[in-house]
């Protein structure tokens, strides 16, 4: 029997995301925060991350460093996303940042 690392992937992104929603609860961000705007969010999100995970169960701790790299600079304000010459994404320490795909994929599902 092999190493698992898909269930590992879910319980860090478990993690991750009751980390985050930790963070930003102060700033008026919860579960249900899109519901009028976005009411398929959270399960959109959900299943762009399964969907890579299981493809690429090692992308897990990339997307959890590009979390890092966004909320050390100025806060968690997606900044890293942001394309252009001199911008976070294009800095030094995250120009091998992974994930970027997942999140583009979960922006453009349009289920």
């Known amino acids: 029997m092999g ?11 478990t993690m991750l995301l009751a980390m985050a929603g930790s963070l930003v609860q102060g700033q008026g961000t919860r579960v249900g925060f899109y519901s009028r705007s976005c009411p398929r969010v959270e399960s959109i999100v959900r299943s762009a991350v399964q969907s890579h995970f ?7 701790p990339g997307l ?10 100025n806060g968690c304000d997606a900044s890293i996303l942001i394309d252009g010459a ?8 995250n120009i091998l940042l992974r994930g970027y795909k ?9 289920t």
């Open 3 to 13: 190493f698992n690392c898909f269930g590992h992937g879910v319980l860090l992104i």
């Open 54 to 60: 299981r493809s690429d169960p090692p992308l897990a």
């Open 64 to 73: 959890l460093r590009m979390h890092f790299h966004d909320c050390f600079v």
């Open 86 to 93: 001199g911008t976070e994404k294009t800095a030094p320490p």
């Open 102 to 110: 997942v999140i583009d994929d979960a922006k453009t599902d349009e």
